[in-house]
């Protein structure tokens, strides 16, 4: 099947018994079993398996062309987990660009837990190859990153990895591109990660995240996590994403196109000194993007003058929302620097006071295009 059929069938089926076409939300904690120690098809405890899970995972890793998926209860959940596969000691390679969440959780968290950290400015493979040591048990990608929309190439840093002799694990973030965008593990990466808060929920009204692998073993050992941990999904959230995810392609092309349209336009403005968005010609990666993406996602994120105009902007647009979070059929507006990256202030990750960030939904471009110019002027 193609990616789009995928889409709309893989992991689910017909209800057997009454042949109901939407997954059914299995509201239950347990099952009953046919005998002492028999439940049937492993449905035992739902922390550990949940038909409704099981077919979210089913359809994330046929999108991811993995072997094996695992939803969880938020994308830094799903991240948090796969930390866990980390013994103390270990040394993780950063892309210096990442999600200001990522960021806290490695430094607050697992820092003091007794893993190393090395960020580098990822999108120059040479700095990846320098940063890895003996030690080195993963790499951490985001492409492209969150606010600053940069592109590695994934293929180069999976190469680097898969030559070095620690041969660490390549983990992409594949939030911000989704599957129909791209596909890292195709690419070589060993995990990828989401937040299917964001575009495969797409509707802005659940919070989620998924691994997906292909090694089996690498698929044990974190599924013994998710189960031992338990920062699972309930059902109802798990019925919303696999609901998301049935229209991820129409949605992606809307916000690309879109979102194409609203950066040239940005790039047009005279108020605007600069615009981070991967299918522009004048984007620092435009050759590895067009070759690593089918198109440029529905993030943008621009410069303005000063600090103070970048908050004006964000306050003064009427169809674009003032909120955090990103990937929903709305548009949404925010100043990175005071709001989602705040928390990096002071840090190597800090973002410009004057970036402007848009999660361009999938309203009518020349109306988007229209709030951006009035809160411009
Ligand atoms: C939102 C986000 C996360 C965290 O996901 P939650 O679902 O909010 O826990 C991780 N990575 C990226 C790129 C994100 O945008």
């Known amino acids: 099947m193609r990616f789009e059929t995928l889409l709309v069938h893989a992991g689910v089926e017909p209800d057997p018994t009454t042949g109901a076409i939407m997954t059914p939300v299995y509201l239950t904690s347990t099952y009953v079993q046919d005998g002492v120690g028999r439940p049937r098809q492993g449905y035992e405890?739902?922390?550990?398996?949940?038909?409704?899970?099981?077919?979210?995972?089913?359809?994330?890793?046929?999108?991811?062309?993995?072997?094996?998926?695992?939803?969880?209860?938020?994308?830094?959940?799903?991240?948090?987990?796969?930390?866990?596969?980390?013994?103390?000691g270990s040394h993780v390679v950063v892309g210096n660009d990442v999600y200001g969440g990522t960021y806290r959780l490695f430094e607050r968290v697992y820092r003091p837990y007794g893993l190393e950290f090395t960020y580098v400015d990822t999108t120059q493979p040479e700095q990846v190859a320098?940063?890895?040591?003996?030690?080195?048990?993963?790499?951490?990608?985001?492409?492209?990153?969150?606010?600053?929309?940069?592109?590695?190439?994934?293929?180069?840093?999976?190469?680097?990895?898969?030559?070095?002799?620690?041969?660490?694990?390549?983990?992409?973030?594949?939030?911000?591109?989704?599957?129909?965008?791209?596909?890292?593990?195709?690419l070589g990466a060993d995990i990828v990660v989401h937040s299917t808060t964001k575009y495969l929920g797409g509707h802005s009204d659940v919070v989620g995240g998924a691994v997906v692998v292909q090694d089996p073993d690498l698929h044990e050992r974190l599924a013994f996590l998710q189960n031992a941990v338990g920062a699972v999904p309930g059902p109802m959230d798990c019925f919303l994403v696999l609901r998301g995810i049935k229209t991820l392609a129409v949605r992606m092309d809307r916000h690309s196109a879109n979102a194409q349209a609203v950066a040239e336009f940005l790039a047009r403005h005279p108020k605007v000194k600069r615009v981070h968005y991967p299918f522009l010609p004048t984007h620092p990666q435009y050759e590895v993007a067009r070759r690593q993406m089918k198109a440029g996602g529905g993030m943008v994120s621009f410069e303005v003058e000063s600090p103070e105009e970048a908050i004006r902007v964000a306050e003064s647009t009427k169809i674009f929302a003032l909120a955090e979070s990103l990937g929903g059929v709305e548009s949404l507006i925010e100043v990175p620097a005071a709001m989602t990256?705040?928390?990096?202030?002071?840090?190597?990750?800090?973002?410009?006071?004057?970036?402007?960030?848009?999660?361009?939904?999938?309203?009518?471009?020349?109306?988007?295009?229209?709030?951006?110019?009035?809160?411009?002027?």
């Open 130 to 186: 320098q940063a890895l040591r003996e030690e080195t048990r993963m790499i951490w990608l985001e492409t492209p990153t969150n606010p600053l929309l940069r592109v590695t190439d994934i293929q180069a840093i999976a190469r680097l990895a898969h030559n070095h002799p620690a041969r660490p694990w390549v983990a992409v973030d594949n939030t911000f591109a989704t599957p129909y965008l791209q596909r890292p593990l195709e």
């Open 45 to 88: 405890y739902s922390r550990t398996k949940n038909p409704t899970r099981t077919a979210l995972e089913a359809s994330i890793a046929a999108l991811e062309g993995g072997a094996y998926a695992l939803a969880f209860a938020s994308g830094m959940a799903a991240i948090d987990t796969v930390m866990r596969l980390l013994p103390p």
């Open 341 to 377: 990256h705040a928390s990096t202030a002071g840090s190597t990750l800090e973002v410009p006071a004057t970036l402007v960030r848009l999660s361009v939904g999938i309203e009518h471009a020349d109306d988007l295009i229209a709030d951006l110019e009035q809160a411009l002027g």
